[in-house]
């Protein structure tokens, strides 16, 4: 499978740049947030929404490129049912490969945070000197 089509996404296609960033947020009450193409939902635990995430993400691309998602169904004369198809391996690889970028990306505003938290001491740390010689002026 190569690189995505954006031909054939669409007209009212634009790439929102970081958008996935976005979409994962996490709430005062330890409740993480998925809102992503239209879909919302809420979950306890931080891996159920990377996976809910991943998934959206994968199958929100696999529809605008028109690829099947699944295999298709198969009827099964002696219960009268149909079965619903396996899920695709480019689907599977899809999903996987999004979930590393988020993880990725989550680890990295993780670095960015401590950076900036001790980016902020040390300015803290260096007014505090500069105040301190600056209240020890001579004239």
Not at 27 to 50: D, F, G, M, P, W
């Amino acid at each position: 499978m190569g690189k995505i089509d954006f031909q054939k996404m669409g007209d009212d296609y634009m790439p929102d740049h970081g958008g996935i960033e976005d979409a994962l947020m996490k709430t005062e009450a330890t409740i993480y947030v998925v809102y992503r193409h239209n879909v919302y939902k809420r979950y306890l635990s931080r891996s159920a929404a990377i996976d809910c995430l991943a998934r959206v993400t994968a199958t929100q691309v696999f529809n605008r490129q028109q690829l099947r998602i699944r295999e298709p169904s198969i009827y099964n004369a002696e219960s009268d049912s149909w079965s619903l198809g396996e899920l695709t391996d480019g689907y599977i690889r899809c999903r996987e490969r999004a979930k590393r970028r988020i993880l990725r990306l989550i680890a990295k505003k993780r670095a960015i945070d401590n950076w900036d938290r001790d980016y902020k001491k040390w300015i803290d740390n260096c007014q505090r000197t500069r105040d301190e010689l600056f209240s020890r002026k001579p004239y």
